[in-house]
Each structure stands twice: as structure tokens, then as C-alpha cells.
């Protein structure tokens, strides 16, 4: 069964640098999302992605984020300036499409540890 | 305001026992959601439910919505010790793109 991956599993950085979190959403689907999960919180939307644009983005995604589909098959949100309250879980999740019957299948996720 | 909010936070019950989790939202929606979570694991998708829709079956789950008052409820029926898990209810609403916002859990532990 198609699924989403994610790479790395574990990212460990320094306050102040910038990461790059990779996923490969299922091949057909065309809609992208990241969420983040901080310890012990519910998951969070940050973005949605679809044909190239942002769909939609939450208060959160700010400036410090930016997402972008560099080929065919990756989807990367990359943070900027990294804080240590930006250490949490990252998810992606891909759908077909964004009717009231697409399901969000999500990747297994990248822990993030800012230190 | 929150959106997707589940009750109750924490649920034991025994092997054999039903569980029935709640969630409530605010702001219309396209669908909901509910979803299983391991701990330190990823989100495994259970059911979705349409916001025309009033009931759904997927083998052991039984998931109802109620449009008019904002809610859903999950029952998951004959509970194993392999259920222990969280569960979040995600709401999807339309408001120029896609959102779709998550409640903050139902944590389940079932007693073997």
C-alpha cells in the first residue's frame, strides 16, 4: 500500500540554524500539508499546499517557514532561525484531492530537537 | 476558539469493554476525521465521515456526526489491549483552501 515517507526520522540542530524536512507525499495525490506536534499538544495545522501555491496557512506558519515542491515527488518545509520552541513533531500529509471524501494520509513524522 | 475538541482526555476501560470518545467543533465543516496515535508514533487514519453523513461502520468503529450539534462520537466496540493508544477527531472546512484543525485527544488504555 502507497504511504508517506519522511526523512530524516530524528533532526537534532543548534537555535539560530535552519532546517530542511523532507516528505514524499503518495504519488498520485496532489494536495500537501505539514502539521507539527508539539510534545504532549495536539497536532497542529501549519500549511497546505496544492498546484505549486499555498492553499491555506495557519497563524503559525509565519516568516520562519516556507514549503516548496522542488521536483516531482518531494514536498520540504524548511524553518529558518530555528527557536528551541520550535522543537516538536513534523507530519506531512498528502490527499487525491481536498473533497468533503479525500482522506489525509500522514507520514510517520520527523522529530525536531532545537537545542 | 477550539476546534475538535475531544472527551474525555483519558478513558481506561477493560479488555472486551466498548469505548465511546466524544469530539465537538465549532465552525461548519466538509468532513471529519478520527485518527490513532501511538505513542511517539504517526497518525494512522481510522474512518472519515462526510458532513451528509450521519453514520459510519469500519469493521470494530462506529463513528456518528451530528451536524446540528457539532459532534461526533467514535465507539469502538469489543476493545483489545492493542487499541491503547490516542485518538483525535480532525475537522476539514473550506475557507479559501483546505484547513483541517485537530482536537487535542482522547487518550485510551485498555486493561488486558
Known amino acids: 500500500e502507497p504511504e508517506v515517507t519522511q526523512t530524516p526520522s530524528h533532526q537534532v540542530t543548534q537555535m539560530g540554524q535552519e532546517v530542511i524536512l523532507r516528505c514524499v507525499p503518495i504519488?498520485?495525490?496532489?494536495?500537501f500539508y505539514w502539521y507539527r506536534q508539539i510534545l504532549g499538544q495536539k497536532v497542529e495545522f501549519l500549511v497546505s499546499?496544492?498546484?505549486?501555491?499555498?492553499?491555506?496557512k495557519s497563524e503559525i506558519f509565519d516568516d520562519q517557514f516556507s514549503v516548496e515542491r522542488p521536483d516531482g515527488s518531494n514536498f520540504t518545509l524548511k524553518i529558518r532561525s530555528t527557536k528551541l520552541e520550535d522543537s516538536a513533531m513534523y507530519f506531512c500529509?498528502?490527499?487525491?484531492?481536498?473533497?468533503?471524501?479525500?482522506?489525509?494520509?500522514f507520514g510517520p513524522g520527523t522529530r525536531l530537537t532545537v537545542l | 476558539s477550539q476546534q475538535g475538541e475531544e472527551d474525555p482526555q483519558a478513558l481506561s476501560i477493560q479488555e472486551g469493554e466498548n469505548a465511546t470518545m466524544n469530539c465537538s467543533y465549532k465552525?461548519?465543516?466538509?468532513?471529519l476525521q478520527w485518527y490513532r496515535q501511538n505513542s511517539g508514533r504517526g497518525l494512522v487514519h481510522l474512518i472519515l465521515?462526510?458532513?451528509?453523513?450521519r453514520e459510519k461502520h469500519s469493521g470494530r468503529l462506529r463513528v456518528t456526526l451530528d451536524t446540528s450539534k457539532k459532534s461526533s462520537s467514535l465507539l469502538i466496540t469489543a476493545s483489545r489491549a492493542a487499541d491503547t493508544a490516542s485518538y483525535f477527531c480532525?475537522?476539514?472546512?473550506?475557507?479559501?483552501?483546505?484547513?483541517?484543525?485537530f482536537g487535542a485527544g482522547t487518550r485510551l488504555f485498555v486493561k488486558a
Open positions: 500529509a498528502s490527499s487525491y484531492g481536498a473533497t468533503s471524501t479525500d482522506t489525509q494520509y
Open positions: 504519488s498520485n495525490h496532489l494536495y
Open positions: 499546499f496544492y498546484n505549486n501555491e499555498i492553499s491555506e
Open positions: 465552525t461548519s465543516i466538509n468532513n
Open positions: 465521515i462526510r458532513s451528509n453523513e
Open positions: 480532525a475537522t476539514t472546512s473550506y475557507t479559501g483552501g483546505f484547513k483541517t484543525i
